[in-house]
DNA sequence: TCTGTTATTGGCAGCCTGCCAATAGTAGGG
DNA sequence: CCCTACTATTGGCAGGCTGCCAATAACAGA
């Protein structure tokens, strides 16, 4: 490839995003140490010294994409639904599944294929972009926020959430109505049948 | 520590052995990356060079610790219950919630803590083991384990489970009866409510 | 056009990993 | 009891990767 070898001089902003572009593309398709800093300077046609220049170190790199990936779906606002319970939980359904495009595929291999090894920090960004998600459900189904067991039920329902549509969109076991199937039946049980019970 | 400088020869298996009780300890509580060989062998009480000589290199037995933690509860093997459809799928639950024991707390950072990247064999590792205890789950409650979509299913309530149990073990944000709660709700709804729509 | 600012680069030093030849426990035969 | 063959085990070498830092060169403003 005969790149262009003129060096160009970015605003800190525009380089930033795109070594975060490049980093989140191969973050995404290989395991942390297989991605070297070499390989990530060279997709974002960039020296390596720039890297650790404006993120420090590979490390803060990597959680930085995590970060952005994690919190995708929970980003986005989406409306109160009105209705019956039923409604209002399938509005909920329908938001999670649809939060998740082909362009956002990166989200599904969060936490789905990386083995055991507890790191303190990523734990951290998953378990608050998931609580975040978590908060938004509950809303929409009409719950309470702020009791910290029915946010856990939430957040465990989130995890199924995820299983379903990795079965759905990666995996294709499942048709999508499917998924829809057993993600709204199962959060109608627990919002109904289970949170009163706590 | 005055360590016994003393050159052992043991058997093979024993030795291996030796090495993966280490290295499961090491694994579990740092990420990858953070673990270097060096650590590994020296918490082993072996020379560097007979990590390759027993695994080939340090991935291959990152694996093999991955492997074993994944499978705990999936091998241990519970007698079919009998009884109404209730009390099936509380028997499940009663034993997926009983298969994690404090000393086997490394199955619950499996996957929960890592961020993104896509390791295929890791994921067929995980994918493996967890299809196990969903097959075994599903002959529990006495569904259709050939039954593709309802495995799936089966598969995706596995992801609450271990998150529910992740809530109770180790984050201490439901207690066990609340989670059993949740787990024996949402299978009951899945199995008659979910597979027969299928 | 020139100059100061700072985005960007290239190379150095240290650590980690995989490999391999050398070493030394240990069992079994004499 | 000694000695030898087998092989478990070690230590060091070479290559690659990472973090750091001083040198360089775009670009804006005067």
Not at 148 to 168: N, S
Not at 176 to 196: C, D, F, M, Y
């Amino acid at each position: 490839m005969t790149e262009a070898a003129v060096r160009r001089r970015l605003s800190p902003d525009q380089r930033r995003e795109q070594i975060l572009v490049a980093a989140e593309r191969l973050f995404a398709e290989r395991p942390y140490v297989d991605v070297s800093t070499t390989e990530l300077a060279a997709a974002a046609g960039v020296a390596r010294g720039l890297l650790n220049h404006y993120f420090g170190d590979k490390r803060a790199l990597y959680l930085e994409v995590v970060r952005r990936a994690a919190l995708l779906p929970a980003l986005e606002d989406v409306p109160l639904p009105t209705g019956s319970l039923a409604e209002r939980v399938d509005a909920a359904v329908h938001w999670f599944l649809g939060s998740i495009t082909p362009e956002r595929a990166t989200y599904l291999t969060i936490g789905a294929a990386e083995g055991i090894g507890d790191d303190a920090e990523v734990r951290a960004i998953l378990a608050g972009a998931h609580d975040l998600a978590a908060g938004r459900v509950l809303e929409l189904v009409g719950g309470d926020p702020d009791d910290a067991a029915a946010r856990a039920c939430v957040r465990a329902f989130g995890e199924l959430a995820r299983g379903a549509i990795r079965e759905w969109s990666r995996a294709g076991t499942l048709t999508r109505e499917q998924a829809h199937l057993l993600l709204r039946e199962s959060l109608l049980v627990i919002v109904q049948g289970v949170l009163p019970g706590l």
